[in-house]
Every structure is written in C-alpha cells, then in structure tokens.
C-alpha cells in the first residue's frame, strides 16, 4: 500500500491527473481564452488558477469546488444540510481547524473524514494522521461552508440556550383595559 501523499506524487510526476484549466473547459465552466486570461493574470495576483478565475468573475465557488474535486478525485459535500457529532470536537482542536479551515464530519472507526478547504494540502492531511492515529479521508465543500460547519462544532449553541430566549411572561394586569372591557360589556 501507498499513502496518499505518494499517490499524488506519482500521479503528479507522471502527468496522468488532469489540469484544473483542463477539467474546467471540458465541463464547459469556462472558455479557452479565460483560462489564458486567467494564467496571465495569475502570477500578478499571486493566487492559485481557481481562486484567480473567481475573481476575475469567470467562474463561481461552487463550480470551481467541482472540477476540483474532478482533477482530485475528492468528494464534494454539502455541510449546511450535514449532521455532525459534537463529540468531533475532541478529535480535533478549534485552533487547528480554523488555521487551516478543516472541520472533522465523521469518525467510523479510525477512519476520520475531514473536510478541508483545500483538499490538495497533503501536509495537513498528514499532520492530522500524525496526531489523531486515524486513517484521512479527505472531502471538500465551499469555504463559507466549512467555516460555518467549524463554528456549529465548536460553538454549539446548547438546547436550553436556545430555550431560555422563550420565557414565560406574565402580564400586569392593566386598569385602564379592565374599565374598557366592563364598559363595553
């Protein structure tokens, strides 16, 4: 067996992963000269291809997020509509996750699913192998998404939190309104 680190290396050295700009025009996303456009621009920005194609407008987040997970062969997930446990919290730290934008989603034996910003960041990946002991699996989703997956794990808001906002008010009992009701009676 190979660790994923070296799969990507030997893919990466033998030319066999598609390119990003390659990916994007066979799905249509984006055009021939965009991605020139792009490629030219990219070194003035100092921004990966994805990022620059984002901003010059030509491509939007999400879209970008699927051919890179395409050219990855990494999952895309929505985490809005994903549960995930609160004991996740212990298994990997606040600090940790918001430095590289990476929330734990799920735990199945020492299998741990992570999704990270930027899923081709093998250094992280291998740092969390290191100190968690468990086998990475690497997904992705939008970055508002994963930032807002951090903040529900690490900041739970508790069921009687959420409760306490309903409390029990009684009223003063108004004379002003008593009169008005006799007097209409």
Request: glycine fraction near 6%; proline fraction near 5%.
């Amino acid at each position: 067996l190979i660790t994923r680190r070296q799969l990507h290396l030997v893919l990466e050295w033998a030319n066999k992963r598609p390119k990003l700009g390659e990916v994007l025009i066979k799905s249509g996303a984006i055009n021939d000269a965009q991605l020139q456009f792009a490629l030219e621009g990219q070194g003035r920005l100092g921004l990966p291809l994805g990022e620059t194609l984002i901003k010059l407008g030509y491509l939007s987040e999400e879209a970008m997020r699927q051919a890179l997970c395409l050219q990855m062969n990494v999952p895309y997930l929505d985490l809005d509509r994903l549960y995930i446990n609160p004991a996740l919290a212990r298994v990997l730290n606040r600090t940790y996750a918001t430095r590289h934008v990476v929330v734990p989603i799920s735990q199945v034996g020492q299998t741990l699913t992570v999704a990270m910003n930027d899923p081709s960041d093998l250094d992280a990946a291998d740092d969390l192998a290191r100190s968690t002991g468990c086998v990475i699996r690497v997904v992705t989703s939008s970055h508002q998404s994963i930032q807002e997956a951090i903040a529900r794990l690490y900041e739970p808001q508790s069921d009687t939190e959420s409760l306490g906002s309903l409390a029990l008010v009684t009223a003063e009992p108004d004379p002003a309104l008593d009169k008005e009701y006799s007097r209409q009676s």
